[in-house]
């Protein structure tokens, strides 16, 4: 499948997310000390404020378990 050709969508993997544990590395000048960030999530919502606290401690317990400390969830809500 081309990516190129208009009306046609990506197929959206249905298995299980499985996120490998980020390799430790030693924190540089630039961080003052603190870890930096391996991984961003970015989750767009509208119309959903009853699921966001559901979907933000789910993604939480995967994460802490793969990367714990090492990525920033960010919430993005056009008030709705």
Not at 9 to 37: C, D, F, M, R, Y
């Amino acid at each position: 499948m081309s990516l190129n050709q208009p009306n046609q969508l990506v197929p959206v993997p249905s298995n299980p997310l499985q996120i490998p544990a980020a390799p430790t590395l030693a924190p540089t000048s630039a961080t003052k000390g603190e870890p930096p960030i391996y991984f961003s999530l970015i989750i767009p919502t509208y119309n959903e404020c009853k699921n966001v606290k559901i979907i933000v401690e789910k993604l939480s317990q995967l994460l802490d378990g793969s990367i714990p400390g090492d990525y920033e969830m960010i919430v993005v809500d056009d008030d709705s």
